[in-house]
């Protein structure tokens, strides 16, 4: 099971960091990828963390801005959002991929529920 936490409203150039808990299971083991879609858009991926040699990947949208990283102790990965924009409101999901990882939604075999991020002054 994932567990998505740490939306929340934020102004407009501010900073905000969501978290992504696992339980049962090991993220190190598993590529964890973080989703974002906003209302009336389709979802898309951010950022992940590759299952292979621990890669970190971006979409260019947040590059620069957005920055991933795991806890292997807590169990956790987190995206820790930079100069944060209003149209990086959106709901964040969080998921676990067997396989190699990518930005692609259908890589994914476990999500969590999302968490909603609202920038906006």
């Known amino acids: 099971q994932l567990q998505a936490s740490g939306g929340g409203l934020v102004q407009p150039g501010g900073s905000l960091r969501v978290s992504c808990a696992a339980s049962?299971?090991?993220?190190?083991?598993?590529?964890i990828g973080w989703f974002r879609q906003a209302p009336g858009k389709e979802r898309e991926g951010v950022s992940y963390?590759?299952?292979?040699?621990?890669?970190?990947y971006y979409a260019d949208s947040v590059k620069g801005r957005f920055t991933i990283s795991r806890d292997n102790a807590k169990n956790t990965v987190y995206l820790q959002m930079n100069s944060l924009k209003p149209e990086d409101t959106a709901v964040y999901y969080c998921?676990?991929?067997?396989?190699?990882?990518?930005?692609?939604?259908?890589?994914?075999?476990?999500w969590g529920q999302g968490t909603q991020v609202t920038v906006s002054s």
């Open positions: 049962g299971f090991t993220l190190e083991h598993y590529a």
């Open positions: 998921a676990a991929s067997s396989w190699l990882g990518s930005l692609n939604t259908w890589d994914y075999n476990y």
């Open positions: 963390i590759s299952s292979s040699d621990g890669a970190l």
